[in-house]
């Protein structure tokens, strides 16, 4: 099998969405050196919305909730100022809450009204 050569930007794409080849994008993103020239991809509402709905349908789980939005607080190629204060919440369940269907259903329903 050939292995698949992906730039940052598709790397990433497929590590923030649980896209098909999530974990061969992290072996290829730690072949990118970080620079100042690094373009960032945003984290849009529509990605946290995606990615809460997969909670919620059981395709991932809250460790892989909380573990996804830690990733994205730790990368410089990520924006995510428009839904920081979710990730923040996601990343530090002990603090802000549990991450349960309750409270990630509650956090939808309060995304989805802001889109």
Request: proline letters at 1%.
């Amino acid at each position: 099998m050939t292995a698949i050569k992906m730039s940052r930007i598709d790397a990433l794409t497929q590590i923030i969405t649980f896209g098909e080849l999530r974990e061969h994008a992290f072996s290829q993103l730690v072949k990118f050196s970080y620079g100042n020239d690094v373009s960032s991809l945003e984290v849009s509402n529509l990605i946290l919305s995606e990615v809460l709905t997969k909670y919620l349908s059981d395709v991932i789980s809250a460790d892989d909730l909380e573990e996804w939005a830690n990733f994205i607080e730790c990368r410089d190629d990520l924006e995510f100022t428009a839904i920081e204060g979710f990730v923040y919440a996601l990343a530090n369940p002990e603090q802000m809450g549990e991450i349960s269907k309750a409270n990630i259903d509650k956090m939808l329903k309060m995304l989805n009204s802001s889109l």
